[in-house]
């Protein structure tokens, strides 16, 4: 398996609080994936050391599979990152600002900045100043930027904050297209559950510095499901009636008189009625298990994080 990145035991402490605590990220190349954890957690702290940006009190990143002394300079290439708010020059445009970014690079051919921005969708806008951009044009414009120099992985802490659903969405719509098309690693910090779970493959939940659980999204999914709970008195010839007559198969023979539907959780009474008038005497239809909100607040004991 290739990895982009990982940390062994990454920490950092100021003064007498430990902010990270001993986390192991492991981000395999190709994942879009979601840092997800409350005000506070150590989002922040934990990318801006893999910036470089402040210094760990402990613990090793290891980049692109290099072990993890291998220098940070050259992973660094390899990386585009918003830590952050991205700062701009107001007054001058957005292809501007992208100019001076791609000097101080060192970047030799210019058409790198129009190709960023049409990536992003604000190739229209270029000549527009910076300050007369909204919120959500300027996330993008922090992408563009990032993307510069063509990285392989994209580190972006909270790139959703603050904007808008409809801005929510293209940028998520960007990232998978980033992902998809390109092939670019993104990891993605997120206090909000609902943004990184419609894109993320794989998520790593942070809560008061540990990296609670690190856990691929189809898993996730698994883990946090929910059901229909049947109790009833044959269990077998309902699994057949449910197959034949409503076409469901995603169900689960649970024991005696139980039955677990995974599939079709608003249609209780639809398929009460089908088992009843097939004479299955049905005595209970209950929606069991986890969603994935129930999920992260019973692994965060019952903290608030959507
Ligand atoms: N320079 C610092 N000195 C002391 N404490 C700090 C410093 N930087 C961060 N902290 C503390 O570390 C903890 C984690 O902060 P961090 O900014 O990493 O959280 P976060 O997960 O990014 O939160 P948010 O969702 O609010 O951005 C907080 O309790 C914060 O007060
Ligand atoms: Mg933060």
Redesign the pocket.
Known sequence: MDFCLRTLNLSKR?GE?A?VREINLNVRTGDIYGFL??????????LRMLMGLIRPSAGEIEWFGAGPHSGRARALERIGAIIEYPGFYLNLSAAENLEIHRRLMGMGNKECIDEVLSTVGLLDAKQQKVKNYSLGMKQRLGIARALLHHPELLILD?PTNGLDPVGIKEVRQLFLELAKQRGITILISS?LLSEIELVATRIGIIHQGKLLEEIDYAELRKKARQYLEIKLDNEQRAAYLLEQKLGMGDYLVAGPGLLYLYEGLEQSAKVNFTLASNGIGVREIVLSGDSLEDYFLKITGGAELV
């Open positions: 100021y609080k902010v954890g409350q005000n506070g957690a150590g989002k922040t702290t934990t909270e206090h």
